[in-house]
């Protein structure tokens, strides 16, 4: 059975820092790169990070450049993000993903998993 399941959401105030966590169960990980997306209300989810299935390779969305670090650990079936000088901007539910990937070829259609998500709200 497949499980993504994220942990460390919470209040911040802006400035500060959180990191969210997203353990992983039912697959091969290291077989899969793994996606950070939020979704605001009112906004369409949109990917914040992304990191291949050996961490070689990590891209982020332009706005939490230099801001976010995603990293993972396959030993743990966990990815991380390390999200600093938090803004009210980076409010929203804070999902997990994984897609199956061969090669840094990604399918789909082979693997595409979700967590459940979780709430970060940074607010004074």
């Known amino acids: 059975q497949v499980q993504l399941v994220e942990s460390g959401g919470g209040l911040v105030q802006p400035g500060g820092s959180l990191r969210v966590s997203c353990v992983a169960s039912g697959f091969t990980f290291s077989s899969y790169a793994m996606n950070w997306y939020r979704q605001a209300p009112g906004k369409e989810r949109e990917l914040v990070a992304a990191i291949s299935g050996d961490g070689d390779f990590a891209k982020y969305l332009d706005s939490v450049k230099d801001r976010f670090t995603i990293s993972r650990d396959n030993a743990k079936n966990t990815v991380y993000l390390e999200m600093n000088s938090l803004k009210a901007a980076d409010t929203a539910v804070y999902y997990c993903?994984?897609?199956?990937?061969?090669?840094?070829?990604?399918?789909?259609?082979?693997?595409?998993?979700w967590g459940q998500g979780t709430q970060v709200t940074v607010s004074s």
């Open positions: 993903n994984a897609v199956y990937c061969v090669n840094y070829k990604c399918e789909p259609s082979r693997g595409d998993y």
